[in-house]
């Protein structure tokens, strides 16, 4: 019985670890998606700029 208690707490610190990463990985997933937003709206700036000045 003590044997399986112990797989039991080793599964669940397995998955609280795991889902840890995952969130890490999600996190910088993010972030570059954030940077990309950014570029492409500094981009439709320039672009509404210019097209304001014509």
């Known amino acids: 019985?003590?044997?399986?208690?112990w797989?039991?707490?080793?599964?669940v610190l397995g998955?609280?670890?795991?889902?840890?990463m995952?969130?890490?990985h999600l996190e910088k997933r993010l972030d570059?998606?954030?940077e990309?937003?950014?570029?492409q709206n500094?981009?439709?700036d320039d672009s509404w700029r210019y097209i304001?000045?014509?």
Do not use: G, P, R, S
């Open 7 to 11: 797989i039991v707490i080793f599964i």
């Open 32 to 34: 570059i998606y954030k």
């Open 52 to 54: 304001n000045k014509c």
């Open 36 to 39: 990309m937003l950014d570029i």
């Open 22 to 24: 995952d969130l890490k």
């Open 1 to 5: 019985m003590e044997l399986v208690f």
């Open 42 to 44: 500094e981009k439709i």
């Open 15 to 20: 998955q609280i670890v795991c889902a840890k």
